[in-house]
């Protein structure tokens, strides 16, 4: 019976005890805000008669012209730019059409074309122009179709397809495959994978 009455006297007291243990060891939720710290009054002034005299820093958009707007008619041709690292081989040029080879296929762009960012594999790029067409081998690159008939298209490689040499393409095309066939490590299966590729396209360019 002593027991008993001495563990009912204690239950409560220890049940007192931790409770107000607990609401004073209650730490603070990361979402509760410290208390606010007065403001630097000759800093904010300052601050705010240095604010008009300062320029926003420029990006490059800054420096770009400004594209035409959407026109409410599709026009009758298209404005192309295709530039590469080193120059630029159209500027503003307006053409029928363009075909890019892009990595989901051949994709003919036409004025009105819905906009688009399409990237390039190594194929053929045909500007047309009336009966005109005027072709270039590209290695790699983007195509940007805007909305307003604009078509922007950055190469890495570029070359004019009267240009190619047919015999340098099928020694380089054999010269690849051989170390293809020959490869041992997967660095070397990788380049040689590009060469052959490379030649492959260039090879159906000239023949296609």
């Known amino acids: 019976m002593m027991l008993r009455r001495a563990s009912c006297t204690l239950l409560p007291r220890s049940a007192a005890a931790a409770a107000a243990a607990m609401r004073t060891s209650v730490r603070p939720f990361s979402s509760d805000l410290p208390a606010e710290q007065p403001l630097d009054s000759a800093f904010v002034d300052a601050w705010k008669k240095l604010i008009p005299n300062i320029e926003p820093p420029k990006t490059p958009l800054s420096f770009m012209k400004p594209r035409p707007p959407t026109p409410s008619a599709i026009p009758s041709k298209l404005t192309v730019n295709f530039v590469l690292p080193y120059q630029s081989e ?6 029928d059409m ?111």
Not at 90 to 95: D, G, H, I, N
Not at 139 to 163: K, L, T, W
Not at 180 to 207: M, P
């Open 90 to 95: 159209l500027a503003s040029k307006e053409v």
């Open 98 to 208: 363009v075909i890019v080879p892009a990595t989901t296929g051949q994709m003919g762009v036409l004025p009105g074309h819905v906009a688009t960012i399409a990237e390039l594999k190594p194929g053929i790029l045909s500007v047309h122009e009336g009966n005109d067409v005027t072709k270039y081998f590209v290695s790699s690159g983007f195509a940007f179709i805007h909305a307003n008939s604009f078509a922007d298209i950055v190469a890495v490689e570029a070359v004019p397809v009267d240009r190619i040499d047919p015999s340098l393409v099928q020694k380089g095309l054999a010269d690849f495959t051989q170390k293809l066939n020959s490869a041992s490590t997967d660095l070397e299966k990788a380049e040689a994978q590009i060469g052959v590729d490379v030649h492959s396209a260039l090879n159906s360019a000239l023949t296609g």
